[in-house]
């Protein structure tokens, strides 16, 4: 025999898993502020995985001034309700599959789609930029690639943080923080 106890906490885990299976089943986001897809300016990991799938979102960082100029690529691709992500080796060229709990990746995609990446505009593209005096050399710069349904777009941000601090004023910048901060919330909890 059930409590009312019991009931309520069967109730709340039934609508704990629709709301998530909600958040999943949701139509794909659109790209906006991007241009046609080019399989000439994606390496040929992500095309490989763009044919694949329906969406696929690649994190890297970019180290200025230093020879091996980069981490492992982060990569999230979804399909229908299947969220997979992978990290990929630029020097040695490996694709590997991690295993990641759902509840981290429904973490990653709300934190994707609350900062509105996929509506998000390139930094260069952006009215608001700091002026000379504020530049800083040899420091790194965080990019996305988002491919989707024929659309592709890349967002680079140079030393978000430190601009976000310097003069801020642009709300993408803290937008793309947000975004590489559960990457590696994630990956390194």
């Known amino acids: 025999m059930h409590t009312k106890g019991n009931l309520l906490s069967i109730g709340g885990a039934i609508l704990?898993?629709?709301l998530s299976a909600f958040v999943f089943a949701q139509e794909d986001p659109a790209i906006e502020n991007g241009k046609n897809y080019d399989a000439g300016q994606v390496s040929p990991f992500l095309h490989s995985l763009y044919e694949k799938n329906d969406i696929?979102?690649?994190f890297s960082v970019t180290y200025a001034g230093r020879p091996d100029n980069g981490s492992d690529d982060f990569i999230l691709t979804r399909k229908a309700n299947n969220i997979l992500v992978y990290t990929f080796n630029q020097r040695s060229g490996t694709l590997k599959q991690l295993n990641i709990p759902a509840e981290s990746l429904d973490l990653i995609w709300k934190t994707f789609i609350q900062n509105d990446i996929f509506?998000?505009?390139d930094e260069r593209d952006i009215a608001i930029f700091c002026a000379e005096k504020y530049h800083i050399?040899?420091?790194?710069?965080y990019e996305f690639t988002l491919l989707s349904?024929?659309?592709?777009?890349k967002l680079s941000?140079?030393?978000p943080e430190y601009y976000d601090e310097a003069c801020y004023g642009m709300p993408?910048?803290?937008k793309i923080i947000n975004c590489a901060a559960v990457i590696s919330y994630v990956l390194f909890k």
């Not at 050399?137 to 710069?141: G, I, R, V």
């Not at 349904?149 to 777009?153: N, S």
């Open 119 to 121: 509506k998000m505009r």
């Open 157 to 159: 941000y140079y030393a």
């Open 16 to 18: 704990l898993f629709v």
């Open 149 to 153: 349904k024929g659309r592709m777009k």
């Open 56 to 58: 696929v979102i690649d």
């Open 137 to 141: 050399y040899n420091s790194y710069t």
């Open 172 to 174: 993408e910048r803290q």
